[in-house]
């Protein structure tokens, strides 16, 4: 997971970086400095983060030629 993919996920989902905070159990001042590309994370606390946006719906998007990204899970069995 990738910044960008961080704060496109909380977009869609219409999240504050506290929201997300509070969901992964990690500090929301880690998670601004992660998002803002002043720090790295570690992988636990990346794991944290990117299964809180998995479990309220986030597809995380591999760089096949286009880049990475994000997308919202499409709950209507179409796929």
């Known amino acids: 997971m ?7 996920a ?9 929201d997300l905070a509070e ?3 990690v500090g929301r ?3 601004a400095n992660f998002e803002n590309g002043t720090s790295a994370l570690n992988e636990r ?3 944290d983060i990117q299964l809180a946006l998995e479990r309220a ?3 995380f998007i591999d760089p ?9 899970r ?4 179409d796929s």
């Open 2 to 8: 990738r910044p960008e993919q961080c704060r496109a």
């Open 10 to 18: 909380r977009a869609i989902l219409g999240w504050s970086q506290s």
């Open 23 to 25: 969901a992964s159990l």
């Open 29 to 31: 001042r880690t998670l």
């Open 45 to 47: 606390t990346k794991r």
């Open 57 to 59: 719906g986030i597809v």
């Open 64 to 72: 096949n030629g286009g880049g990475p990204g994000v997308r919202l």
């Open 74 to 77: 499409d709950n209507t069995g």
